[in-house]
C-alpha cells in the first residue's frame, strides 16, 4: 500500500443532505491523483437517501422527510441531527484499496469502538454495517469512481430512531434499529465522534493529518 503523505479532516457542523452530496461528487470528479485524501465529519439535516438500486417498496411512509435518490449502493435510509456522518473521500486505488477492504475498514472500526465500551457488536455478510443483537446501529454505503471513494457511514448516537419507521431501513422489513444513547447513554456525541474518528484514522495510517472548520474551503 503506498500512503499520501496528508489526510484532510474538515468538521462541517450540520448541513443539508444536496449540497454536500454534489460536493462530494465534484471533489471526486477534479481531483488529482496526487491530490490528498479527505474525511468529512458532519451531521444532516433529516432526510431518506435511497441507494441506486433502491426500491420505493421501502418507502412505507415518507411524509414530511425528503427522498433523494443517490448514487451510492445499498437501499433506503435515513440521515439526521444526532447521527454522525464519516464521508470518506480516498484515492482507493492510490491505497491499494479494493471496496471489500474499505468495507471492513469501516466496520473493524465501529466493532472495535463500540467493544471498547463494552457493547458487543457485529457485521453481517448479507447486509452491511454494523449491528449489535438483532439491531442496525451503523450504516455503511460507498461509491468508487475514477479510482477513488465517496459516501461513507452513518453512526446513531442520539438521534431520534422514529423516522427508520417509515422505511424498511437498508431494505429489511422490521429491522430494529438502535442508538449509542440507549446503550451507553453517558457518551456524549463529541466523545463518541472523537474516539470514532481516531479509530479510522489509525486504520487509514496517513503520515499527516490536518483538520478544518470551515465549509467555504469547499467551494
Same mark, same amino acid.
Given at each position: 500500500?503506498?500512503?499520501?503523505? #496528508? ?18 461528487? *465534484?471533489?471526486?470528479?477534479?481531483? $488529482? ?51 454522525? /456522518? /464519516? ?9 491499494? &484499496? ?10 473493524? $472500526?465501529? /466493532? !472495535? &469502538? ?6 458487543? *457488536? ?15 446501529? *451503523? #450504516? ?22 422514529? !423516522?427508520?419507521?417509515? /422505511? ?23 466523545? *463518541? ?27
Amino acid at each position: 500500500m503506498t500512503q499520501p503523505a #496528508a489526510l484532510q479532516v474538515r468538521f462541517l457542523g450540520r448541513q443539508p443532505y444536496q449540497p454536500i452530496w454534489k460536493q462530494m461528487q *465534484a471533489f471526486t470528479d477534479q481531483r $488529482s491523483a496526487d491530490q490528498d485524501d479527505e474525511l468529512w465529519v458532519l451531521e444532516h439535516e433529516s432526510v431518506f437517501t435511497q441507494g441506486q438500486a433502491g426500491k420505493d417498496i421501502h418507502l412505507l411512509n415518507p411524509g414530511d422527510i425528503p427522498v433523494v435518490k443517490v448514487d451510492r449502493g445499498g437501499q433506503v435510509t435515513w440521515h439526521g441531527p444526532g447521527q454522525l /456522518i /464519516i464521508y470518506l473521500l480516498l484515492n482507493v486505488k492510490r491505497l491499494d &484499496y479494493g471496496v471489500r477492504d474499505l468495507v471492513n475498514l469501516i466496520e473493524e $472500526s465501529l /466493532i !472495535a &469502538y463500540l467493544g471498547d465500551l463494552g457493547i458487543e *457488536a457485529h457485521a453481517r455478510p448479507d447486509a452491511p454495517g454494523v449491528y449489535v443483537g438483532d439491531a442496525k446501529i *451503523a #450504516a455503511l454505503g460507498l461509491k468508487i469512481r475514477r479510482g477513488c471513494s465517496f459516501h461513507g457511514l452513518s453512526f446513531n448516537i442520539n438521534c431520534p430512531l422514529d !423516522a427508520f419507521e417509515r /422505511i424498511n431501513p437498508c431494505g429489511y422489513a422490521g429491522m430494529p434499529v438502535t442508538r449509542l444513547a440507549d446503550l451507553r447513554p453517558e457518551i456524549t456525541f463529541q466523545q *463518541a465522534q472523537e474516539d470514532l474518528l481516531n479509530r479510522i484514522l489509525r486504520r487509514l495510517g496517513h503520515q499527516q493529518v490536518t483538520t478544518t472548520n470551515t465549509w467555504q474551503e469547499l467551494a
